[in-house]
């Protein structure tokens, strides 16, 4: 999902695709930080809840794949009309 997000973030901006991918990197921090957050919460509340958290930043990453308006759209599929109208 990483170079998705990565990807998708980057084609949504016109310009500074160097400063702000270095924003972006910022966002491996959350790698080592999210798992100390769910083994405080297992420990504290018990594991059930603290897996829970994990709703939270997939929820997060499942927003940006609805909200983010990439720059550049992809097409891979053709209309049939397009197709045969040509002929």
Known sequence: MWSVIFSLALNSVKRHHGSFSGILCTGIVGGAIVPLIVGWLGDFF???????????????????????????TNVTFRDKKKKTAGR
């Open 46 to 72: 018990g594991l059930r809840f603290g897996m829970m958290f994990l709703y939270l930043t997939l929820g997060y990453i499942l927003s940006i794949g609805f909200w983010s308006k990439p720059l550049i």
